[in-house]
């Protein structure tokens, strides 16, 4: 009797256990096929490195086009940074995809397979002029060996007309060979920026139009092929002679003056002021001494002399004023090569120069989100005034604290830069070498006009606007050569932000295509830069001495805790059910 009554307990255990898997099967199918459909994501990280910004989500949300992403950082053996940085573009290709209701594909192709897709994806990249990058990988027992890795995405756009559109983008923002942790991090928060703005530059064909001052004595020349180039992605570029045209077209949205060496009438003041009245956007780049490093290497030494383009008045009216003097910087500077006097054939050695200070961008500002330094050379002190509050002023580069500043006409000697840097004697503190101004301008001849600037206006019949109807933006920096970029005959032109002397690429480039959206009304594309990921590392001498434990802690200890927990579930469900 018992034994039979033992047997329906079992039974009945049995048939439970069953219907128990049974519902849990459907539930766990269930779940797999709503995620299908459904998707939930919750970031409870503290710096939101999972969650998409609005300004992405806006655009993802408004695609009218298809849009497929084909990544080129795939394959079996990378290094494990690599990896990250391919798992993440992963992840966030996988939330535009379901933002945009699958308006986004995407692909992973490994350009070094033996299959078909590799062939086309190498003639693709080849088609852009997109080359891999060498890297080192651990091969085990047969030691290390050389990969190339293609850090590359491209991007296309199919139009309703069927027109397809391409960019590539860099995944890996590096300006050195090696990828530290600190480069992964910057990539990886970049990674939201760099594919969402190609999307956004793809999606709006139509360009603003841009002017480039000439008739001052501004250069015209192979140092601005970069610069050429980067205006070019996002408007059209008309090279504009001022003495030539009566005034600035209104059409321009913006007008580049970069480095002149001639003085500005009165008349040329009034064309550029008026401008402005007319809702116009400015980027100054302005000495305010002369000389520069290639001359100081031919020859040694020179006396920097202060340049006097006649703009003090017009510029102290709007704002601020660019001094005639040079900043030297003890503590952010760049290296250059010189070798010890009485020594023939002596090796060059890397010495600080202080005249060359490396600017550091405001991170608070939009434009200076995420941007490592910026090279300058030469570069002039910026003062502020308050003769019109209603001007919002922002500097967007300065110095570090221990710079200080030096009048010209002065000597400036080469060999000075052997001499050791006393920061003691470097107590300025930090100075303004790039400044935004925003508002609503009121022009410099509002009240008073030059007797030719009157004839001027009377003899082409024009009208003298004395306010801005809306609110316009200038730029000013007091280096005519931040947006230089050198150029040899056998290399042909660098990147903006290159330096002869050092194998890093500054951020001159970066700081240009940031000014460029600020001014083009994409102020939103910049704020997918605002992501900054904290990055948590261990100390590494407190890892050195407490191995063993660490260890223990996070390896031992959660297996031990796992056996016993797994012990008592076993005791218990013995004693329940075959102990009775």
Avoid: C
Wanted: proline residues 4%.
């Amino acid at each position: 009797m018992e034994s039979s009554e033992n047997q329906d307990f079992i039974k009945q255990k049995k048939k439970k256990i069953q219907y128990q898997f049974f519902f849990v099967l459907v539930a766990f199918i269930g779940i797999v096929l709503a995620s299908l459909w459904i998707h939930i994501q919750m970031d409870w990280t503290q710096d939101k490195r999972y969650s998409i910004t609005n300004t992405s989500k806006e655009i993802l949300k408004d695609l009218n086009e298809e849009v497929y992403i084909e990544v080129f950082l795939s394959g079996k053996e990378m290094p494990a940074a690599f990896k990250k940085l391919s798992k993440s573009a992963e992840l966030l290709l996988r939330q535009y995809r379901i933002i945009s209701n699958n308006k986004i594909t995407y692909e992973f192709i490994d350009p070094l397979a033996e299959d078909k897709n590799a062939e086309n994806a190498l003639s693709k990249l080849n088609k852009f002029g997109l080359s891999g990058i060498p890297v080192t990988i651990d091969g085990g027992k047969k030691g290390s060996m050389q990969k190339m890795l293609f850090p590359w995405a491209i991007i296309h756009i199919k139009g309703k007309d069927g027109t397809i559109d391409s960019k590539p983008i860099f995944l890996q923002e590096t300006n050195t060979p090696n990828l530290s942790r600190a480069i992964l991090n910057k990539s990886e928060i970049l990674l939201e920026f760099n594919f969402i703005n190609a999307i956004h530059e793809l999606q709006n064909k139509e360009k603003k139009s841009v002017a480039y001052l000439r008739g001052n004595g501004q250069s015209f020349n192979y140092e601005n092929i970069s610069l050429f180039k980067e205006l070019g992605k996002r408007f059209h570029v008309d090279s504009l002679n001022l003495q030539a045209n009566i005034e600035i077209p209104s059409n321009y949205d913006l007008v580049f003056v970069q480095n002149p060496i001639d003085s500005f009438s009165e008349i040329d003041k009034f064309k550029l002021d008026q401008y402005l009245m007319k809702g116009g956007n400015i980027v100054w780049a302005i000495d305010g001494a002369t000389g520069t490093l290639d001359s100081l290497m031919a020859t040694g030494s020179f006396n920097s002399m202060p340049l006097n383009l006649n703009l003090s008045d017009l510029f102290f009216h709007y704002g601020f004023r660019i001094n005639q003097d040079l900043i030297l910087d003890a503590l952010d500077q760049v290296l250059i090569p010189l070798a010890s006097e009485g020594f023939e054939n002596a090796e060059p050695v890397m010495y600080p120069w202080v005249y060359n200070p490396v600017l550091a961008a405001n991170s608070e500002h939009m434009i200076g989100k995420q941007m490592d330094a910026i090279l300058t050379q030469m570069i002039s002190s910026i003062d502020i005034n308050d003769s019109d509050p209603s001007i919002t002023k922002t500097p967007i580069l300065q110095s570090s604290k221990y710079s200080k500043t030096q009048s010209v006409p002065a000597p400036i000697l080469l060999e000075s830069a052997m001499e050791k840097i006393n920061e003691k004697q470097y107590n300025k503190g930090s100075q303004i070498g790039g400044l935004l101004l925003e508002g609503r301008w009121t022009s410099f001849y509002a009240k008073r006009q030059p007797l030719e600037v009157q004839e001027f206006i009377e003899q082409n019949n024009l009208k003298l606007k004395r306010s801005a109807d809306e609110e316009g933006k200038m730029i000013v920096f007091s280096d005519g050569q931040i947006f230089y970029n050198l150029y040899s005959e056998q290399a042909g032109p660098s990147e903006m932000g290159t330096f002869r002397y050092l194998d890093y690429q500054f951020d001159n480039k970066i700081l240009l295509q940031n000014i460029i959206a600020y001014l083009n009304g994409d102020e939103k594309i910049l704020k997918a830069k605002n992501k900054d990921f904290s990055v948590r590392l261990l100390d590494p001498q407190i890892v050195k001495e407490k191995r063993k434990v660490m260890q223990w802690l996070n390896i031992a200890i959660p297996i031990l805790v796992y056996i016993i927990i797994a012990g008592l579930w076993f005791f218990l469900r013995r004693k329940k059910y075959f102990l009775k």
